[in-house]
C-alpha cells in the first residue's frame, strides 16, 4: 500500500485545515487507515483512526470533538478534518494503514511521508 499524504499549513490558532491521505496499491479495502502525529521532541502519537467500511473510528482524547476522520471510497482517500486548532496540535502529521483499527503505531505497516501542521498563537 503506498500512501500520500497532504493538506498540511500554516495555520493560526482556532482556524482549520483539512488533511488527505490516498491509498494505492493492495486492496485498500482491506486495510485501516489512522493519522498519527509527531511533535519535536516528543513520541509519535494517535490522532485518530477508521477502517474503510462503515465500523470503527477511534479519536484520542486530545482531538475527540475538534477532528473527524472520514473517506471517499471512490477517490481511495481519507481525511482529516481538523476544527478548533491548537498551538499544542503543532506536529508533523502521518496517515498509515494496518489491518484493523489500532491505536498502536506499532501495528501499522505502511506510512506515507508527513505533512507538517503549524499552528500560531
Known amino acids: 500500500v503506498q500512501l500520500q499524504a497532504s493538506g498540511g499549513g500554516l495555520v493560526q490558532a482556532g482556524g482549520s485545515l483539512r488533511l488527505s491521505c490516498t491509498a494505492s496499491g493492495r486492496t485498500v479495502s482491506d486495510y485501516a487507515l489512522g493519522w498519527f502525529r509527531q511533535a519535536p521532541g516528543k513520541e509519535r502519537e494517535i490522532v485518530a483512526t477508521m477502517n474503510w467500511h462503515p465500523g470503527s473510528r477511534y479519536y484520542s482524547d486530545s482531538v475527540r470533538g475538534r477532528f473527524t476522520i472520514s473517506r471517499d471510497h471512490a477517490k481511495n482517500t481519507v481525511y482529516l478534518q481538523m476544527n478548533s486548532l491548537k498551538v499544542e496540535d503543532t506536529a508533523v502529521y502521518y496517515c498509515?494503514?494496518?489491518?484493523?483499527?489500532?491505536?498502536?503505531?506499532?501495528?501499522?505497516?505502511?506510512w506515507g511521508r508527513g505533512t507538517l501542521v503549524t499552528v500560531s498563537s
Open positions: 498509515a494503514a494496518a489491518r484493523e483499527v489500532s491505536s498502536y503505531s506499532h501495528e501499522y505497516q505502511y
